[in-house]
């Protein structure tokens, strides 16, 4: 396991012997008054720059240095020990570019690094750190704080406590806010820090002040820092009204969370005077800043009589509209989903700051493939696929040669569009079959599969084809193909292959898996929120698992309704990723809206985006749209024919056109660029039976029939066939025609149970106790509860005696006479559980031999009410009331029931009112 580093904060857990602890800091550390202004979200002042101080100034520098850092985070999380030379070679640009980033922050990174990369030994090897001891003056007090890390927990270096102690006071010295933290922190758990004079009171005055720091963008976060300190009570007192001055503090100077927070504590009454006003208030700022609520927070929003209906929807999102009676909407997450609008523009630059990083990056020896790749991509979006051919190959090449198995994929692409020249193929062969054998790659296998299936000119070969398509098959990486509604009725015992891989492809970040697994979880109502929102979170960050979810939202919709929340979903999507989704919202935008005139506009104008990125669905719509002449009058537009609007993309088509862009040219230009295009198409094309048929269509027109029945027969060679398809069958449908049945779900936890899993036990008592179930079982409900209660694991054992006091009287009975359940309780009785307690109570109650029991029993309800267990409060006040167990006491009764109905009790006011009333 690599080591990882510490934060500076919880070094003190290992700074000295454990001592007595101290109590927290009863201290008041409260913000000075401001005046509202919006300081946090204001953007950042440009920096002046002195062109006669550097000469050598790149205004780019900046944007690199933005590039550099993303890699260095994101490869080092990736796989620091993989492209160790590389981020290394990162490191030290980022030191001749960044005038901030010293030698000593470089080696700090460079240490780092090793410790990623699981290379320790090596790092001792570097004398890295000892280097950075013999500069221990020259160091920051961050600096110095981190080195302390290393020292502290011999990471890298022989262990030096004293030393390590030595860089904490220098760093607190200097005013570092996480040493004087960590010193606090310290003094409060009763292992002061040797050495160290100054009271606790000042430390932390110094702590809080340095945190605070000046008043720029920063200071919002750093202020609820302070204020989270005084909720959470470790190095100073528990004290909300504190806290709530920071936050407000924050708040006023732009913090959208501290704003929240304040209107928070207002809506809860946690704060000493609540006041509608000033909830509002700071309600709408929040609002204003793009605070999104949690699910907790929305609860509290919700049942809120004082926050007006408008300020709510803005924040939830609108309460769904009445459509009719009967009329049921689906649950959704899109509220969720924190999107922003960034569209593309219509056209790519042919350079830009990013084309420009990579290009330098690539000029390092130490550089990757996917270097290269990522280069011919950039340049292919920009230039256009066959306009920037010659650069797209050179990168490609090189990418390649460096071993990166997506440019090889990509190379072989490329090889294809001269398919008529025998080394071209043997070399696109070649280099699918490095990518797939030296490299594992699923796609190469796929491509692979494709090559020998349908692009070759003497496809089929068939031998080689099924080969690598059985290898695919086997890495599990080939996508589940399902319509939307036979997604969401997946059965987990009918379908368990299915689910497993809709779930596996969603934690790999495969994006056709990422879409299918959100949707299965904004359906299941089993699924909580939490839920809902880790899965969002994984999707929000892939705008193509995005795309695909709104598509997937689209299809779904079962009602008009439905299908106005799945448009203006998809509207958002396209906002977010731009204009790479135009097509597909147009084409939602067609069947649901397609009658609207200014509607009709805006598809055109999306489709026209898309078209001049070369998408050839999107041109080819356009023309059938244009061209209708009903829709022409009623737009005042004249109608335009298909070879217009060919005409209008015909040099984007040659530059950068896809496979349906060159498909849609062929009857608009002469044979030989006809050949040549359709010998392009090829190349891109998808082994599949719509690819197939547009090149039987091609060369039909072309009148060539022998090419025409070439595609033709190869349409008949595809894996799986067509002869069902109009019935609507999938071949994973009829792959498991006739495998037999699959385990119920008592076959499969009672399965796992016998194999250890104590989990399966719980379920398996909740399907054996249900009396409404035909499986209903008291025997075996019984006996998974004594599993539980005697597994030694205080959660089972929790959930036993929870369903044991619910559990329907046979089963109890047979819990009974299995196992005695009082020393179980009564040693948790005995350490202090509440709920132990009250249980031991009712047990010894029901079960009591005589007076003595009864006794026992008031004593552990009075314990349990005592600890705060309202139950308890209640049984006890019964208890007294008739006199069992305990003499009986009217006053005593009616204190415990008032204490009861403050708990949340319903029916204790009433009992206590009615026990007032007696004699």
Same mark, same amino acid.
């Given at each position: 396991?690599?080591?990882?580093?510490?934060?500076?904060?919880?070094?003190?857990?290992?700074?000295?012997?454990?001592?007595?602890?101290?109590?927290?800091?009863?201290?008041?550390?409260?913000?000075?008054?401001?005046?509202?202004? &919006?300081?946090? !979200?204001?953007?950042?002042?440009?920096?002046?720059?002195?062109?006669?101080?550097?000469?050598?100034?790149?205004?780019?520098?900046?944007?690199?240095?933005?590039?550099?850092?993303?890699?260095?985070?994101?490869?080092?999380?990736?796989?620091?020990?993989?492209?160790? &030379?590389?981020?290394?070679?990162?490191?030290?640009?980022?030191?001749?570019?960044?005038?901030?980033?010293?030698?000593?922050?470089?080696?700090?990174?460079?240490?780092?690094?090793?410790?990623?990369?699981?290379?320790? %030994?090596?790092?001792? %090897?570097?004398?890295?750190?000892?280097?950075?001891?013999?500069?221990?003056?020259?160091?920051?007090?961050?600096?110095?704080?981190?080195?302390?890390?290393?020292?502290?927990?011999?990471?890298?270096?022989?262990?030096?406590?004293? @030393?390590?102690?030595?860089?904490?006071?220098?760093?607190?010295?200097?005013?570092?806010?996480?040493?004087?933290?960590?010193?606090?922190?310290?003094?409060?758990? #009763?292992?002061?820090?040797?050495?160290?004079? *100054?009271?606790?009171?000042?430390?932390?005055?110094?702590?809080?002040?340095?945190?605070?720091?000046?008043?720029?963008?920063?200071?919002?976060?750093?202020?609820?820092?302070?204020?989270?300190?005084?909720?959470?009570?470790?190095?100073?007192?528990?004290?909300?009204?504190?806290?709530?001055?920071?936050?407000?503090?924050?708040? %006023?100077?732009?913090?959208?969370?501290?704003?929240?927070?304040?209107?928070?504590?207002?809506?809860?009454?946690?704060?000493?005077?609540?006041?509608?006003?000033?909830?509002?208030?700071?309600?709408?700022?929040?609002?204003?800043?793009?605070?999104?609520?949690?699910?907790?927070?929305?609860?509290?929003?919700?049942?809120?009589?004082?926050?007006?209906?408008?300020?709510?929807?803005?924040?939830? #999102?609108?309460?769904?509209?009445?459509?009719?009676?009967?009329?049921?909407?689906?649950?959704?997450? +899109?509220?969720?989903?924190?999107?922003?609008?960034?569209? %593309?523009?219509?056209?790519?630059?042919?350079?830009?700051?990013?084309?420009?990083?990579?290009?330098?990056?690539?000029?390092?020896?130490?550089?990757?493939?996917?270097? $290269?790749?990522?280069?011919?991509?950039?340049?292919?979006?920009?230039?256009?696929?066959?306009?920037?051919?010659?650069?797209?190959?050179?990168?490609?090449?090189?990418?390649?040669?460096?071993? &990166?198995?997506?440019?090889?994929?990509?190379?072989?692409?490329?090889?294809?569009? @001269?398919?008529?020249?025998?080394?071209?193929?043997?070399?696109?062969?070649?280099?699918?079959?490095?990518?797939?054998?030296?490299?594992?790659?699923?796609?190469?296998? !796929?491509?692979?599969?494709?090559?020998?299936?349908?692009?070759?000119?003497?496809?089929?070969?068939?031998?080689?084809?099924?080969?690598?398509?059985?290898?695919?098959?086997?890495?599990?990486?080939?996508?589940?193909?399902?319509?939307? #509604?036979?997604?969401?009725?997946?059965?987990?015992?009918?379908?368990?292959?299915?689910?497993?891989?809709?779930?596996?492809?969603?934690?790999?970040?495969?994006?056709?898996?990422?879409?299918?697994?959100?949707?299965?979880?904004?359906?299941?109502?089993?699924?909580?929120?939490?839920?809902?929102?880790?899965?969002?979170?994984?999707?929000?960050?892939?705008?193509?698992?995005?795309?695909?979810?709104?598509?997937?939202?689209?299809?779904?919709?079962? !009602?008009?309704?439905?299908?106005?929340?799945?448009?203006?979903?998809?509207?958002?999507?396209?906002?977010? !990723?731009?204009?790479?989704?135009?097509?597909?919202?147009?084409?939602?935008?067609?069947?649901?809206?397609?009658?609207?005139?200014?509607?009709?506009?805006?598809?055109?104008?999306?489709?026209?985006?898309?078209?001049?990125?070369?998408?050839?669905?999107?041109?080819?719509?356009?023309?059938?749209?244009?061209? &209708?002449?009903?829709?022409?009058?009623?737009?005042?537009?004249?109608?335009?024919?298909?070879?217009?609007?060919?005409?209008?993309?015909?040099?984007?088509?040659?530059?950068?056109?896809? $496979?349906?862009?060159?498909?849609?040219?062929?009857?608009?230009?002469?044979?030989?660029?006809?050949?040549?295009?359709?010998?392009?198409?090829?190349?891109?094309?998808?082994?599949?039976?719509?690819?197939?048929?547009?090149?039987?269509?091609?060369?039909?027109?072309?009148?060539?029939?022998?090419?025409? /029945?070439?595609?033709?027969?190869?349409?008949?060679?595809?894996? +799986?066939?067509?002869?069902?398809?109009? /019935?609507?069958?999938?071949?994973?449908?009829? =792959?498991? @025609?006739?495998?037999?049945?699959?385990?119920?779900?008592?076959?499969?936890?009672?399965?796992?149970?016998?194999?250890?899993? /104590?989990?399966?036990?719980?379920?398996?008592?909740?399907?054996? *106790?249900?009396?409404?179930?035909? +499986?209903?079982?008291?025997?075996?409900?019984?006996?998974?509860?004594?599993?539980?209660?005697?597994?030694?694991?205080?959660?089972?054992?929790? $959930?036993?005696?929870?369903?044991?006091?619910?559990?329907?009287?046979?089963?109890?009975?047979?819990? =009974?006479?299995?196992?005695?359940?009082?020393?179980?309780?009564?040693?948790?009785?005995?350490?202090?559980?509440?709920?132990?307690? $009250?249980?031991?109570?009712?047990?010894?109650?029901?079960?009591?031999?005589?007076?003595?029991?009864?006794?026992?029993?008031?004593?552990? /309800?009075?314990?349990?009410?005592?600890?705060?267990?309202?139950?308890?409060?209640?049984?006890?006040?019964?208890?007294?009331?008739?006199?069992?167990?305990?003499?009986?006491?009217?006053?005593?009764?009616?204190?415990? @029931?008032?204490?009861?109905?403050?708990?949340?009790?319903?029916?204790?006011?009433?009992?206590?009112?009615?026990?007032?009333?007696?004699?």
């Amino acid at each position: 396991m690599r080591a990882r580093l510490l934060r500076p904060a919880v070094l003190a857990l290992f700074l000295s012997p454990l001592a007595a602890a101290a109590e927290p800091l009863n201290f008041a550390f409260a913000p000075p008054e401001v005046v509202p202004q &919006d300081i946090c !979200n204001a953007p950042p002042a440009e920096k002046a720059v002195d062109k006669t101080a550097d000469e050598d100034y790149d205004p780019r520098r900046d944007l690199y240095l933005l590039y550099l850092r993303r890699d260095i985070r994101n490869l080092s999380a990736e796989d620091a020990d993989r492209w160790f &030379d590389f981020i290394m070679t990162l490191i030290e640009w980022q030191e001749t570019l960044d005038p901030t980033f010293d030698k000593a922050s470089a080696d700090l990174a460079r240490i780092a690094l090793y410790v990623d990369a699981g290379r320790v %030994d090596a790092l001792r %090897d570097s004398e890295l750190i000892p280097g950075l001891r013999a500069a221990h003056d020259a160091l920051t007090g961050g600096q110095k704080a981190t080195l302390s890390q290393y020292y502290m927990n011999g990471i890298g270096v022989d262990p030096d406590v004293v @030393y390590a102690q030595q860089l904490i006071r220098d760093a607190a010295y200097g005013g570092n806010v996480d040493a004087l933290l960590t010193i606090a922190r310290m003094e409060v758990q #009763g292992t002061p820090m040797p050495d160290w004079d *100054a009271p606790l009171d000042l430390t932390v005055t110094l702590a809080f002040g340095g945190l605070l720091g000046p008043m720029n963008e920063g200071i919002c976060r750093r202020a609820e820092r302070i204020g989270d300190a005084y909720l959470a009570g470790d190095i100073v007192a528990r004290n909300p009204d504190i806290a709530y001055a920071w936050y407000r503090f924050s708040a %006023d100077l732009g913090g959208a969370e501290a704003a929240w927070k304040v209107a928070e504590g207002h809506l809860s009454r946690a704060v000493t005077h609540p006041d509608a006003a000033t909830m509002l208030r700071y309600l709408n700022l929040a609002m204003q800043r793009g605070f999104r609520p949690n699910a907790e927070e929305a609860s509290l929003l919700e049942s809120s009589k004082e926050v007006p209906p408008e300020v709510r929807d803005r924040l939830l #999102g609108p309460p769904e509209a009445d459509h009719g009676v009967g009329v049921i909407l689906r649950p959704s997450v +899109g509220g969720m989903m924190q999107l922003e609008a960034n569209p %593309d523009a219509m056209e790519a630059d042919e350079s830009g700051p990013y084309l420009d990083y990579l290009r330098k990056v690539a000029e390092f020896d130490t550089a990757p493939g996917f270097v $290269f790749t990522r280069l011919a991509v950039e340049v292919q979006v920009r230039k256009g696929r066959w306009a920037g051919e010659p650069e797209i190959v050179a990168y490609l090449e090189e990418g390649a040669r460096r071993g &990166d198995p997506e440019a090889m994929r990509l190379l072989a692409s490329i090889q294809l569009r @001269y398919r008529t020249d025998p080394a071209r193929v043997s070399r696109a062969a070649s280099l699918l079959s490095e990518a797939a054998t030296r490299h594992g790659d699923a796609a190469a296998m !796929n491509g692979l599969d494709g090559l020998y299936r349908c692009q070759i000119p003497d496809a089929p070969r068939l031998p080689e084809a099924e080969l690598w398509a059985a290898a695919y098959r086997a890495t599990g990486f080939d996508p589940l193909e399902i319509t939307p #509604g036979d997604l969401l009725v997946l059965d987990p015992f009918r379908d368990p292959e299915a689910l497993a891989k809709i779930q596996t492809h969603a934690l790999w970040g495969e994006v056709q898996g990422l879409s299918q697994m959100l949707e299965r979880v904004q359906a299941d109502p089993a699924m909580g929120d939490m839920a809902r929102r880790i899965w969002v979170s994984r999707i929000e960050p892939s705008n193509k698992a995005l795309e695909l979810f709104a598509i997937l939202e689209f299809g779904l919709a079962t !009602n008009p309704a439905e299908r106005d929340r799945a448009v203006s979903l998809f509207r958002r999507v396209y906002l977010n !990723n731009g204009v790479t989704t135009a097509l597909d919202l147009s084409v939602a935008l067609v069947e649901h809206y397609g009658r609207d005139p200014k509607v009709a506009d805006e598809i055109v104008a999306l489709l026209t985006q898309a078209g001049n990125r070369g998408e050839g669905g999107a041109i080819r719509l356009l023309a059938r749209l244009v061209s &209708d002449k009903r829709a022409a009058e009623s737009l005042s537009i004249p109608p335009r024919s298909e070879a217009e609007v060919y005409a209008q993309f015909a040099q984007i088509i040659e530059d950068r056109g896809d $496979f349906l862009a060159l498909m849609f040219a062929i009857p608009h230009v002469n044979p030989g660029i006809a050949r040549d295009y359709i010998e392009r198409a090829v190349s891109l094309m998808v082994c599949g039976s719509k690819d197939i048929e547009e090149l039987g269509d091609a060369n039909a027109l072309l009148q060539d029939p022998a090419q025409t /029945l070439h595609w033709r027969m190869a349409g008949l060679v595809i894996e +799986g066939g067509h002869s069902l398809s109009r /019935l609507a069958l999938t071949n994973r449908q009829m =792959d498991l @025609y006739g495998t037999g049945p699959m385990p119920g779900p008592a076959d499969v936890l009672a399965r796992t149970a016998a194999e250890g899993d /104590l989990a399966s036990r719980r379920s398996l008592y909740l399907l054996a *106790a249900d009396a409404d179930r035909a +499986g209903y079982d008291p025997k075996k409900a019984a006996d998974m509860l004594v599993a539980l209660l005697q597994s030694g694991n205080k959660a089972d054992e929790d $959930f036993a005696m929870e369903n044991y006091r619910s559990a329907p009287a046979e089963v109890r009975a047979a819990v =009974d006479d299995a196992v005695d359940l009082r020393p179980l309780l009564r040693r948790a009785a005995e350490a202090g559980n509440g709920q132990a307690q $009250f249980d031991l109570a009712f047990l010894l109650r029901n079960t009591a031999r005589g007076g003595a029991d009864l006794t026992e029993s008031v004593r552990w /309800l009075t314990k349990s009410a005592e600890s705060g267990n309202v139950a308890a409060m209640k049984a006890l006040a019964d208890a007294l009331t008739q006199g069992l167990g305990a003499t009986a006491d009217k006053q005593a009764a009616i204190g415990w @029931y008032d204490k009861a109905a403050r708990g949340g009790d319903k029916t204790a006011a009433e009992m206590a009112r009615l026990l007032r009333l007696a004699p």
